[in-house]
């Protein structure tokens, strides 16, 4: 579980960190290297593809739960707490 | 439970009573019909917007008034008072004490509710729920601005009073057998919700009341001609409602911990995640307010505490939401209308937070500032959050109160037409912000993507009526006719359900 938790979060840190650069880029004075917009929508750009991929894979977890765990399911099983009543 | 309309009492027992459940009733019917009216303005904006031109709404002011009240109402007349209906009913039984630590103080709260409510309809103002300066000071019309104030002011003290009897009656009147550690994580949720409550609220509360004086001229808080700095108050406001978002959002979640739970047939995955969640939330609660404030100049040192503080709520809602699912994992889940309902309110909390995230990173913000993204963003949070956990709570709830079962097939039509409208307004709305169509505009030019994307919203948004007319036929047919329902497991799920205790109503 720890490992997965630490590759977790390196592949956070190898999504801000090169984003890190554009965030304190865009926030200083006006300069003659950076276009603010394109930096920017690059950055949006950017964002979008992690939101949208984190998204496909929590949403997809979700469907495939809602549909294996289902009670129609025939591999549906009664859990542990049923016997006691309790849970 | 009670069962107010299985054995019918004269309405003005109900409505005088101090009792838990009848003010939990009495909040609960007040905010549903709330709901009712807000979501009716909400229909009347869309068809204005639908396409380009005048349609239904006379004028710019008359549309500003509607979309001022839809607001006002659905924050504070529907959401807020519909989290504390079940807080009633809920939070006694859960720590096993009689009633509300207050139970005259919790009658009077309710009570405040309905003058407040005829204050802000009868006046109808025109300046968003934010009511900002300096419009809001120099030229927003008379008795409505005015009424809107008071009606605001009486619905903070309510809120406060709500909040300190849900904190003693947790805190002093707890069974001695139950620790904290051990109590539902509903209740944890109405605990922490009332603590962000009681510090946030009294910050607005003074700006209300600078607000006024500064409409009646003796005062220049808000207003530059008087040296004042209208600035002040969007901090000032926004130190209560970026915490309050978590007021409203906070119970939601904890009617999810009832319903994923009890319809999986196993316990929570992590009880005290879930505690330690709502924990954070309260927290970090505080530390994002100037998020909303990004364009008014503020110093990059500023702006990146503020987003920093904005994106540590990340690791505390995403721990909710793994707790469900985990919860769901190696479950036997029957999906009853509830369970849909929190199943499709989590799968829009995850888009929301994605879209929340783009929010708070300020180079991002400048993108999307003020444009309709917002309104997507914040509706699909109070809507696709809040709405879906609370409306599937309602029909959790529904046996128990009236003793009978609902139309399952009403349901989940219901929630397959909320799912798919909210789906189609409020992501449509993401998309039409990035296309640059600002937000609070009454008319706007013919531009062929605006009018395809307004048309879509609009379709969308009369997809969520159809939805909320059946809600309402469903409610109103099934409390007087529905099925008897079992009242030991009207969900026919087995087990024992560890909250039902009889709650002794006196009038029973």
Redesign the interface.
Known sequence: MKGIIGIGAMLGLLVILPSIQYVLAAGDSAGEYLDRRVVIWGLFYRLMIVAFTVGTVVSGLIVWLVLRFRESNPKATPTSYEASGSW | MVLELQKPRPIWQIMFSTHHTDVGLLYLITSLAFMFMGGALALLLRVELFSPGVQIIADSMTYNRIFTVHGTTLIFLFILPSASAFGNYLVPIMVRFKDMAYPKLNAVAFWMIPPAGALIWLGFADFTWYAYPTYSVISAPGPAADMWIFGLKILGVSSILGSINFVVTIMKCKHPDLPLSKMPLLAWAYLTSSLITLVAVPTFAAALLMLLTDRLGASGFFNPAMGGDPIAYQHLFWFTFHPEVYILVIPAIGFMYEIF?RF????IFSHSSGVAAFTLLTIVGFASWAHHMYATGMS?TE??VFMVGTLAAVPASAMH?FNF?AT????????ATPIMWA?GG??LF??AG?GG??NS????D??THDSYWVVGHFHLFVMGTILFGTVGFVYYFFPYVTGRMYSEVLGKVHFILSFVGTVLVFFTQHILGLFGMPRRIYDYPPIPEWVQMNIIISIGAFIIGIGMAIFLVNLIWSSAKGKPADMDDPFGL???Y?FPYQAKNPSH
């Open positions: 739970p999986s047939r196993k316990p990059f702006k990146t939401t699912l769901m994992w190696g479950g036997r889940i029957k999906f199943v989590i799968a995850f888009s994605a995230v783009v990173a300020m180079p991002l400048f993108i087995g087990g024992k560890y």
